[in-house]
């Protein structure tokens, strides 16, 4: 256990130093944590709100961080380029990312062509019944994204490594809520870049 947790402190770590340097970023993190956390307080009664959420809110705040605003040059910091961090990324880097949004983004036409999904839904008409549908197929997007992953880590890196990556996954909202709830307020004193050699050890 004490070896998991450090596995996971190193993850982590390596996730922020790599990969969240800009405060918009950061900040974004901090709307998609909150966002997320009341996903997963609607899961157990609400799953389809729950998915709705994770994608609407959550996950189009946190990718849209990391296309958009994350410096994508020479990482001076870590001195490492972006090819190289893309390389090492445990999960899942920009070039997954945009496979796993580009599922999401056609899902709604499917529903659209398909109201039942070739049989998997009922055919329940209507706006509510159409998002209904919508949010749990992107549940189950999501929960197929973490699990397809960990097995491909266990192939590439190991069983522990993917199991260290789920639980990062699954518990990065509580961190990231913690970790950047000050992102907002250094970006509106102006600090665009976290000065992470200053504030942050090693």
Not at 185 to 194: A, M, P
């Amino acid at each position: 256990m004490k070896e998991f947790l450090q596995a996971l402190r190193v993850q982590r770590w390596d996730d922020h130093r790599f990969y969240h340097h800009s405060r918009i970023n950061q900040s974004l993190h901090f709307i998609s944590a909150a966002s997320f956390l009341c996903a997963y307080a609607l899961l157990p009664f609400h799953p389809a709100a729950s998915g709705l959420i994770g994608w609407l809110v959550s996950m189009t705040t946190r990718q849209s961080g990391h296309f958009f605003f994350e410096p994508k040059g020479y990482d001076t910091f870590n001195d490492v380029t972006h090819e190289y961090k893309e390389e090492v990324k445990v999960g899942y880097n920009l070039k997954r990312k945009v496979v796993l949004l580009a599922i999401w983004a056609i899902s709604p036409v499917m529903l659209l062509i398909s109201p039942t999904l070739f049989g998997v839904f009922d055919d329940v008409s209507g706006l509510a019944g159409y998002a209904h549908k919508l949010g749990l197929m992107w549940l189950a997007l999501g929960i197929g994204g973490i699990v397809f992953r960990t097995i491909h880590l266990f192939f590439l890196r190991g069983v522990q490594t993917g199991l260290v990556w789920a639980v990062k996954i699954i518990t990065d909202p509580f961190h990231d809520l913690k970790l950047y709830c000050k992102a907002p307020i250094y970006l509106l004193q102006g600090q665009l870049i976290d000065p992470m050699g200053q504030t942050h050890g090693s």
